[in-house]
């Protein structure tokens, strides 16, 4: 079968090569892939920032398609179903984050597209506890970008939402705008910002989205916005999604007191500037998130179902895998906000 493959360190060396179709033990599903989504993280490991020793690894961890084969201990599917999967491959299932359910976090976890081959390619294996039937109003091309929803969901979770705050979500980019229908589904109003550049994307966030305050922080003063709607408090909730040093200090500047800001976006470098004494002054509530769990699956594909976050307005471009660099220009250009590619 054809695949896309990272074939060596550093930015590019991604080539559709052969590979043996997978095979499958006990309790695997083998999946026959239909869409596939394009992640800001696959953007990463293409130009070398991230995901380094990927060499030789189908890349692809967002995506849905058939079941073509189960293992023997596989009794919860069936062949012909439509899925999608998590990204966890494997687990330990000993310590104490996996007893907990919190497979993110556990230390031995090997994701699919970075320590295991991913969905790139006609087949990818997933194991039986990650898979998840699809409802059947949700197409597998909506559905091949859940991994995404999923991690939205999975953030915003992070903090606890009222009717009616007042909520910053920093960044218009596809997990922004995932955020942003997630929390307008908990009846929070959003407070979109973005940069000059990203114009088009706030534009569409107001158009296709129904996100009510959109704000250019280069040409506007948000704080004017958030106190008009706040009685000159400050916003509930942020979330930013940027991973950008001066929107972490816009966030925190632009929360109310005993405010709740959550990490979503990562950050260029490891280690970044935080003022602490803002946090310590106006006792912010500070969570980081990371990735998706398995509890977060479900709720968001009935959300994805009911049309709360509507799947098929963020797909904006479709491209074979063998395209890839069209895939990758449509994203670094700002022309997409999410892509999928299909087998060849």
Known sequence: MKALVKMQVGAGHWEIIDKPEPQINDDQVKIKVEYIGVCGSDIHTYEGHYNTDAVGLTIGHEFAGIISEIGENVTNFKIGDRVTSETTFYVCGKCRYCKAQEYNLCPHRRGLGTQQDGAAAKYVIARKESVHILPQNLSTREASITEAAACAYHGVNKAKITKGDIVLVLGPGPIGLLVAQIVMSYGGHVIMTGLTQDARR???????????????????????????????????????????????HLGMELLRKKGQYVQIGLFAKDIVPVDFSKIIQKEIIVSGSRSQNTHDWEPTLRLMSEGKINADKMITHEVYINEWDKAYTFIKSGQAIKVVMKPI
């Open 202 to 248: 706030l534009q569409i966030a107001n158009k296709r989205f129904g996100i009510e305050h959109i704000i250019d922080v280069q040409k506007d003063d948000p704080q004017k916005l958030v106190n008009q709607l706040t009685g000159g408090y400050g916003a509930d909730v942020c979330y930013d999604c940027t991973g950008a040093v001066p929107a972490m």
